[in-house]
């Protein structure tokens, strides 16, 4: 199927021949949909702690840091910001050269309220010899529009969104990245030292490290902390082949076969590669000014104490059967702490003998934990909280995106779309066992929930393949357990527009 230049090609990348051939297989063969129990709800498999008990869970989580612990918040912030700007990228190629939709309108209508209207100013007055007002009052919106996009102005259509100014502050505004930076200093900072890891793209890495060298001294003084900042690319060997409509793979004009990348899923490597005991996951655009802060740094201390506080109990009954001398109360027990506190259920767990028992019961409590917060829904697009039927039999939580259901069944519809919650990723991770070692993540992925997508490529229509997304079938072998958390915590920005939001003025 390859010729040797395929081969160099695949070589090069990392790739093996037969990865290559599988994920073609997996074109022909599609990938299954997952068969629902029902969505996740309070009181099914989503715990809403009560005020006495979030205090306690802070409790814990600042024993824990004390401890000793390393402690890692991860942040994926490789993405461009140009879906940000669509609206204003249709603008300026409009026939038409006054803000004339609701977006726009509201864009040029609030333009001061923006934390980069300053730099923007500059640059209009650097490249149009005038100011934003001056060029606004002689009807030259696309000129300011084009400077925030263009390489030549603020580049914002190219830049990523880590670095873009999200936020005003008396002594300058932020880019999410130093928000990031901030919580890490606020909750998961251990032993006066915060370690704070972007994964980037390979042609904005210089920038990153340019704006962690301005800025990081700052805040480590500010909140007397040292910080650790580190980077990663997504590994070119969790690239996936295109493929054409018919199966085959997809080729440039030159020849070549076309890789794409592999979606979030293929982070599941470069947190691997994280040295750490618990390690936070955040998106890079849910950020909020330090007005807003103290309600997420709350939470995030709440979650982290939560999945301690089980990490603990599963470590408790691993060393337990380890000594070998355990009654069958306590193996009832543990099976209650499986089935309860961690919701994962076997249906027929009565029919299995002890031995079987055993061997199961460690299957469960010794592979990595996470706890996730969830939202109540009130409508935004992505995944949810379900209870799912897992391959081994068993019935677990997971975060499940629409692509992963059934869209004919139109009970799974139903309960995707009534769902109560969603999933606006907020992660905390345990990834080393109960003797200290390191879990290797990639063996935890379930291969059978990656996705296909139509794109095209220079007018030719193709076959795209994405990973099992990092918090979805990247982590779907892990003993996951969901936290209600305040909506107050979850304020993405997915449009320039939404930096007017008041949780970003």
């Known amino acids: 199927m390859f010729s040797q230049q395929d081969l160099n090609q695949l070589s090069q990348k990392g790739i093996s021949p037969e990865q290559a051939e599988r994920q073609l297989g997996e074109f022909k063969t599609g990938f299954p949909f997952l068969k629902l129990e029902g969505a996740a709800a309070i009181g099914r498999g989503i715990v809403a702690p009560t005020d006495a008990e979030r205090r306690q869970y802070v409790e814990v989580w600042q024993q824990y840091k004390a401890g000793g612990r390393r402690v890692v918040k991860f942040v994926p912030a490789s993405g461009a910001a140009s879906r940000m700007f669509k609206d204003m990228f249709a603008f300026v190629d409009a026939d038409y050269d006054v803000p004339t939709t609701d977006f726009e309108k509201k864009y040029f209508d609030n333009i001061e309220r923006f934390a980069f209207y300053g730099e923007l100013d500059a640059v209009c007055r650097k490249n149009e010899g ?94 007397g902390i040292t910080y650790d900042i580190t980077f990663s690319e997504q590994k070119p060997s969790t690239d996936t082949i295109a493929a054409n409509p018919d199966g ?101 767990i009565k029919e299995l003998e002890d031995a079987d028992l055993v061997i199961y019961l460690r299957k469960k409590l010794n592979r990595p934990m996470r706890v996730c917060g969830v939202v109540k829904n009130v409508g935004e697009p992505g995944g949810g909280p379900f209870l799912t039927y897992n391959q081994d039999g068993t019935v677990s939580l997971q975060i499940l995106e629409s692509s992963q259901i059934d869209k004919s069944n139109k009970e799974y519809m139903e309960m995707f779309t009534k769902g109560t919650h969603f999933n606006p990723v907020d992660l905390v991770c345990a990834v080393r066992n109960y003797k200290g070692e390191p879990f290797d993540l990639p063996k935890y992925v379930d291969p059978a929930t990656g996705f296909i997508s139509q794109k095209s490529k220079s007018g030719k229509e ?44």
Request: glycine share 8%; net charge negative; hydrophobic share 40%.
């Open 130 to 223: 005038k100011g934003i007002k001056e060029l606004m009052a002689e009807g030259r919106y696309k000129a300011v529009a084009a400077q925030m996009l263009k390489a030549e102005g603020l580049n914002y259509g190219q830049l990523p969104k880590g670095l873009l100014l999200f936020h005003n502050y008396e002594d300058g505004a932020r880019t999410p990245m130093e928000e990031h930076l901030v919580e890490g200093a606020l909750y998961a900072a251990s032993n006066g030292e915060a370690h704070v890891h972007f994964t980037v793209s390979h042609e904005h890495m210089e920038l990153f490290k340019q704006k962690v060298a301005q800025k990081a001294n700052g805040y480590a003084a500010k909140y």
């Open 248 to 348: 085959t793979p997809f080729r440039n004009s030159d020849g070549t076969l076309l890789f794409r990348p592999g979606g979030h899923g293929a982070l599941i490597e470069n947190l691997n590669e994280i040295e750490a005991d618990v390690i936070f996951v955040k998106n890079i655009d849910n950020v909020v000014p330090d007005r807003l802060k103290p309600e997420t740094v709350e939470w995030k201390q709440v979650i982290a104490g939560v999945l301690v506080s089980l990490q603990q109990r599963a470590f408790d009954y691993l060393r337990l059967l380890d000594t070998g001398c355990y009654s069958h109360e306590q193996i009832e027990e543990m099976i209650r702490f499986v089935q309860q506190d961690l919701c994962c259920r076997k249906a027929d």
């Open 462 to 505: 193709l076959q795209a393949l994405e990973l099992p997304g990092l918090w979805n079938g990247a982590m779907s072998d892990w003993s996951t357990v969901f936290v209600e958390v305040p909506l107050g915590t979850f304020n993405p920005v997915k449009t320039v527009n939404d930096l007017l939001r008041d949780q970003h003025q």
